[in-house]
Structure formats: structure tokens, C-alpha cells
């Protein structure tokens, strides 16, 4: 039997605990409950505003919650699948044992976020927003997150892999155990904060570049001197 080494059974992500049995509820017939708990979500509740928001043990199905602010709730065990959350703000946020699946997160805002083994699985990430989070087992498989912002993010254990990383920026991150196997590394912003990352040998030039960008070194085969 293959034994499972400390450092990649710390990164071992765990799923969410969605509850067997759930109440089928529209979104917006909850939006005065401050506690939505074992629910099967479908609506629209777009550019509503809450705030101390609990959503529990809970799967949301094709919700739309473009443009919402989500103001300190706290996301455990819950399922997204094929939801619009375009531009959604998840501000001073936890979300913990999340999964992401087939969603749209264009220009998501998650500052100064708590996340703990969520997961994205091929969503647009594009423009999003994690600054200054603190994430723990953070899984990113097949997703687009061109130009998104993790400055001054702490990240342990994240897994990014077969995604679009392009303009990604990394500034002044502090990382531990990061993989960004098979993931498109062109144009990273601030790849020298990603001490001790693994890539693939496909990887490396691309990967090269961006950390040469990020030290301003110049390519000139003249000799003026």
C-alpha cells in the first residue's frame, strides 16, 4: 500500500458535507433568514446586500448572485454549481469546505478572505479579486483567472492546475507547498514571491520570463562599451 507523505497529506483537500436530505427554497424567499441550511438554492437574488450571512450544509444550483455583497458571512459545506457570481463581494468573508463548480466569478472580490479547502473547478476567475486572503488547501483545476490579484496573499497548499494564469499577480505573497502543474504561467506579475513552487518542464521558460520581468532584467546583445 502507497504510503501518503506529510507534505501531500496536508494538502489533501476535503469536500463539502452537504446534507443527504435538502429543502428545495427559492433565493429570494430566504433573503430575510440570516441562516440558509440544508437548502437546494435556485433563483435569482442578484445586487441584494447582506450581511452575517450563514450559508450551511447547502447546494446551490444555477443561483444568480451577480453583483451581491456578501458582508462577513460565513460559507461551510456548501456546493456552488453553475451560479453566476459575477462581481459578487465576499467581504472579510470564511468560506470553509466550498466547492465552485462550472461557475462564472468574473471580477469576484474576496479581500481579506478565510478560505479552507475550496475549490474551483472550471469557472472564469478572470479580474478576480483575492488580496490579502488567507487560504488553506485552495484548489484551482481548469479555470480561467486571467489578471486576477492574490497581493499579499498567504497561500499554503494551493493547487492550481491545466488553467490560465496569465497577468496573475503574486506580489508580495507569502506561499508554501504551491503547485501550478500544467496551468499557462505566461505574463505572472510578482512571480518571485513563489519561492519553493513546483512547475512542469513545459513550464519552465514561461516561467522563467515572468520572474526576469518581475527583476526588470533587460535582454541586450549589443555591448555600447
Known sequence: M?????????????????????????????????VWSQLLLTGDGAGRTLEDLAILESHCQEVSFTGMRLERARVRD???????LSAVRFNDAGLTRVAFRNCRLSGAQFPDAQ?????????????????????ERLRITDCLLRDADFHGSRLTGLRCYDSEL???????????????????????????????????????????LSIMATMKVDVDDTRPD
Open 2 to 34: 502507497r504510503k501518503v507523505s506529510a507534505r501531500n497529506k496536508a494538502a489533501l483537500l476535503l469536500p463539502p458535507r452537504v446534507a443527504s436530505e435538502l429543502l428545495p427554497a427559492d433565493v429570494t424567499s430566504v433573503m430575510g433568514d440570516l
Open 78 to 84: 456548501v456546493v456552488f454549481d453553475h451560479c453566476d
Open 115 to 135: 478560505l479552507r479547502d475550496v475549490q474551483f473547478i472550471g469557472c472564469k476567475l478572470d479580474d478576480a479579486n483575492f488580496r490579502m486572503v488567507d487560504a
Open 166 to 208: 496569465t497577468g496573475v499577480e503574486f506580489g508580495q505573497s507569502s506561499v508554501r507547498d504551491v503547485r501550478l502543474n500544467g496551468s499557462v504561467v505566461d505574463g505572472i506579475k510578482g512571480a518571485d514571491a513563489l519561492k519553493g513552487v513546483v512547475i512542469d518542464s513545459a513550464q519552465v521558460i514561461p516561467f522563467a
